[in-house]
């Protein structure tokens, strides 16, 4: 279970503080309390009911072993999210949100397997072979795939869930987890559209005590998820070491082919002479034996 927000904390780091009201969006009005100075104020209750219930789902996503993607790219968020992301062992995107990202998933993928490829041949000493100028270019294309893509080397499959900071910024990526039913959680702010994101978490989406609250929160649900998933496997492990080993299954025996007597009128007579043989051997066996028996006596 999520632990649980204290709206004082909200309200320290600025989170209630929204965007110009000329700038709003009608479709947040069931979360902003008021209007000062030409800003519309978050209702922080709806806030911290909200980050409690994204909170949840995002502890059983993670307890179901799916990965977490979080996006932010704008300057203010882009170190809170990465350290926060790493912390809760979770890819991240940070740089520019490269197109196709979850729509074209494969080719991602293989960009990422050209990174593991230059890695390899620096290792086996490909590399070094190579002329002066395409070591340069190698070593560029591999600074700036790392830069981009260095972050989601460890997610082999599409994530479970999306966690994004700024909605309207981010656009893309929430159009490509559409397609996808890729379940979103968001800061949304008073100049974007709920409607976009499955769990709205209506927050100052700008500054960035407010986001390090709010991505900090997001962060300790995962890392909950995580410990129940291992604790969880740990006790299934001790279930089955305490159980007896079942039998295993007795092995049936082959079963015999039948042969199909043959038609050729040849192996009929040699069948037949066979037999007799065998016949004529039996009767001296038994006689011999008697004899023997005889002489005993």
């Known amino acids: 279970m999520a632990n649980k927000v204290e709206v004082k904390e909200l309200l320290d780091a600025g989170v209630h503080f929204g965007h110009l009201t000329r700038r709003w969006n009608p479709n947040m009005a069931p979360y902003i309390y008021m209007e000062r100075n030409g800003i519309h104020i978050i209702n922080l209750y709806k806030s911290a009911a909200k980050m409690q219930e994204a909170g949840e789902a995002l502890s059983k996503i993670a307890a179901s072993g799916r990965k977490i993607l979080f996006v ?154 995580l410990s129940e998933r291992k604790s969880s496997g740990k006790e299934k492990e001790e279930g089955s070491e305490d159980k007896p080993a079942k039998k295993a299954p007795k092995a049936k025996k082959p079963q015999l082919e039948t042969e199909v007597p043959s038609t050729d009128p040849q192996d009929k007579k040699d069948m037949k002479e066979a037999k007799e043989d065998v016949k004529l051997q039996s009767k001296q066996e038994t006689l011999e034996k008697a004899r023997s028996n005889d002489e005993e006596e």
């Open 72 to 225: 932010a790219t704008k300057k203010q968020a882009k170190e809170i999210v990465a350290e926060q992301a790493e912390r809760a062992n979770m890819p991240f995107i940070t740089e520019r949100w490269p197109g196709g990202m979850l729509t074209n998933f494969v080719t991602i993928r293989k960009a990422v397997k050209k990174m593991a490829s230059i890695d390899r041949m620096k290792k086996d000493g490909t590399f070094n072979t190579l002329s002066k100028k395409e070591r340069l270019q190698v070593d560029r294309l591999r600074a700036k795939l790392d830069k981009n893509l260095g972050s989601i080397a460890d997610m082999s499959r599409l994530p479970g869930a999306l966690f994004v900071v700024d909605i309207t910024r981010e656009h893309i990526a929430v159009k490509e987890a559409q397609k996808l039913n890729i379940p979103i959680f968001a800061m949304v702010d008073t100049n974007s559209d709920p409607r976009d994101v499955d769990y709205v978490i209506p927050a100052n989406d700008d500054a960035s005590k407010s986001i390090a609250k709010v991505v900090s929160y997001v962060a300790d649900s995962i890392v909950e998820g």
